[in-house]
């Protein structure tokens, strides 16, 4: 091989790129994609399968389990981002943690398990944010404290 010294010489090479492989599916036997989202305290175990858009959360529809418009806001926002908002249907089971934390765990699986079922939509979803793992969690009491930083109130007397 011939070695090469001039940046010119460098710019005629022809390189090699290849796309980053996206990866494999990740289907079972009935035909679901399965992937487990967190957020705070919150542990989501989601599957979703080809179907009309209805979303369960823990046997009940996600607009009864979550009431509030911005949760239900939440689970949709990786289906709009990708395009396939009437095309899954999504199972969830979610536990621990609060209302808040639930919807961001069952909105991580629910990335998480579009990019298994289509590996191709990972960098739409990678680009909107919804599969990094929202790592913010409660900070612990410490000792001689009220709260985590919290002091007791000081008196001179």
Known sequence: MAETTA???LSTLKTGEAAAPLGEKKIDAQGRAYATGKRKN????????PGV????VNAKEFDKYFARPVL?????????????LDQFDVVATVTGGG?????????????????YFEPELRP??????????????????????????RSFQFSKR
Not at 124 to 149: C, H, I, N, P, Q
């Open 99 to 115: 209302l808040s934390g639930q919807a961001g765990a069952v909105r991580h699986g629910i990335s998480k398990a579009l990019t």
């Open 53 to 56: 858009g209805k979303i369960t």
């Open 42 to 49: 919150a542990v989501a175990r989601v599957w979703i399968k």
């Open 7 to 9: 940046f010119e010489d």
């Open 124 to 149: 739409v979803l990678k680009k909107g944010g919804f599969l990094t793992r929202d790592s913010r969690v409660v900070e612990r009491k410490k000792y001689g404290r009220v709260k985590a930083r």
């Open 72 to 84: 239900q806001m939440l689970l949709r926002q990786p289906l709009r981002a990708a395009n396939r």
